[in-house]
């Protein structure tokens, strides 16, 4: 048997128990909550696609539209993607980028994702599981494997564990975003984009500012597959113009 062969045996087997798994909480779940978020999983058109096409979870979907219509990945980029498990994201710059080598003909990116959940491998990206992006010793990581100690772009799907208080949450995934705008003097080259989630709010204004003062356009973003009742948001930060420090 071929690894690849084994890899496709794998991702299925997986995606049967989640199924076997989300019905058999279904069942036994007490909570009208959980048997409205399980019901509603078990519908959904990008959980069924991201079955099909080998996604690790829906939100690939996410990003796929945002590439398609804004073209921010390109064979022979570098990216780095924060919040990056359980890899949906980076399997799409995978990809996009060329990571892989999958095609020959087409320069050859470079994928690095970071989390602090364990991120399981995948064949074109270099995992830094159980690391913090806001941390220096990630950065020089980051400096380390990426080209040139360069990125063309740094993606972010990641958020807060939710406390149940909105207000709260908001604010602790706006620091978070925050905290790439750091990331990227580090990391970015001149020119590069950032995507970063963040939750609509009244501090989503003075981030979009903050953004704007390093890059040249920033837009609003909220894919199809991004859940109409969510207050789920991206910003699209391009052209990145490296602070100077006085």
Not at 169 to 189: N, P, Y
Request: glycine share 6%.
């Amino acid at each position: 048997m071929t690894s690849n062969s084994f890899k496709t045996m794998w991702s299925a087997s997986l995606q049967r128990r989640c199924l076997h798994s989300s019905l058999c909480l279904m069942k036994k779940s007490k909570s009208p909550a959980e048997q409205r978020w399980l019901t509603r999983q078990l519908k959904d058109p990008y959980v069924k696609a991201s079955r099909a096409q080998n996604f690790r979870c829906r939100s690939a979907f996410k990003l796929l539209e945002m590439d398609d219509k804004f073209r921010l990945l390109q064979p022979g980029d570098s990216v780095v993607d924060c919040g990056a498990a359980p890899g949906a994201w980076s399997q799409v710059a995978v990809q996009r980028v060329n990571s892989a080598g999958t095609d020959p003909e087409l320069p050859r990116g470079t994928v690095v994702g970071v989390d602090l959940l364990n991120i399981p491998p995948l064949d074109g990206a270099h995992f830094l599981s159980s690391h913090d992006v806001t941390e220096p010793a990630t950065h020089g990581k980051l400096l380390e494997l990426l080209p040139s100690g360069r990125a063309h772009v740094i993606l972010s799907d990641m958020a807060p564990n939710a406390s149940g208080f909105r207000e709260m949450d908001h604010e602790r995934l706006t620091v978070m975003c925050l905290s790439l705008i750091d990331l990227a003097e580090k990391v970015l080259q001149p020119g590069g984009s950032l995507v970063c989630k963040y939750w609509d709010g009244i501090l989503a204004q003075k981030l979009q500012e903050k953004l704007s003062s390093v890059f040249g356009s920033v837009r609003t973003l909220k894919p199809n597959a991004s859940r109409k009742d969510s207050a789920e948001r991206y910003f699209l930060a391009r052209t990145y113009r490296k602070p100077v420090k006085r």
